[in-house]
């Protein structure tokens, strides 16, 4: 795949489901640890090197991956794009892009999907390319908005949405590639949020607009996917995961 790397956030508490000695990512999903399928995907697709961010229970993490992936750990975990912030000090000179994506929601990703995600963003030369997706329920998701040519103009999170904007199917399943000088260019401009006091990636879209930054999108339509926060989802995930092997 060329100069591509990829990072993976794996240092959440996983409050809502209850993990006290280890990281919900090492929890089973269609018979293995579900971050397992997710380092799987991306050494099949070749990318290098695979940088995995631990931070709550990261034993737990270290001892499924072993010496597959690279760790980096998050001692403060002050957000997503604090979290991709730490990983990049470690980041090869010569890599040009990164693949991001979270240990938690990504164990149904395709091959064919990653691989048009990152040929999209190559060839449209964008500072960064994400996946969307369209759930019939998309409750709790950011939605993904867009302006009359298409083209997307903010992702607004459910708490922050207008009733109209609940009522969008698109939304914003965290799968991103950047280019890394745009990451090294404006992760330090995100501001903390007021409400968690956290920073986040999803800021980069405001900023990469402000900034006449390109940014583009690859739809996945209707894939399936699953984001795991309680042991709930968690079930519905490997229901899913045996109708869809």
């Not at 698109?170 to 992760?187: D, M, S, T």
């Not at 956290?198 to 390109?214: C, F, H």
């Amino acid at each position: 795949m060329g100069k591509q790397a990829a990072i993976v956030l794996a240092a959440g508490e996983g409050k809502r489901i209850s993990a006290k000695n280890f990281n919900k990512v090492v929890l089973t999903l269609g018979n293995k640890p579900m971050i397992s399928h997710t380092i799987d995907l991306l050494e099949a697709l070749m990318i290098r090197p695979i940088i995995v961010v631990v931070g709550f229970a990261k034993k737990s993490v270290m001892d499924v991956l072993k010496d597959r992936v690279i760790f980096v750990e998050q001692k403060k975990r002050l957000g997503t794009a604090h979290a991709v912030r730490i990983a990049l000090k470690n980041f090869p000179k010569e890599a040009r892009d990164v693949l991001i994506l979270h240990g938690d929601d990504s164990s149904f990703y395709k091959k064919e999907t990653i691989k048009s995600l990152i040929e999209r963003h190559k060839e449209k030369d964008s500072s960064f390319t994400f996946l969307t997706i369209e759930l019939n329920n998309p409750t709790g998701l950011g939605r993904v908005i867009r302006n009359d040519m298409g083209k997307v103009t903010a992702i607004v999170e459910e708490k922050d949405a207008t009733l109209e904007q609940k009522g969008i199917k698109e939304v914003n399943p965290a799968c991103y590639v950047f280019r890394v000088e745009f990451l090294r260019k404006f992760l330090t401009k995100i501001k903390k949020s007021k409400i968690t006091g956290e920073y986040y990636l999803t800021s980069l879209i405001d900023i990469a607009i402000k900034n006449n930054e390109k940014i583009e999108t690859v739809k996945a339509g209707k894939l399936s996917w699953r984001g795991i926060n309680t042991v709930r989802e968690l079930k519905e995930a490997e229901r899913m995961f045996k109708q869809y092997v």
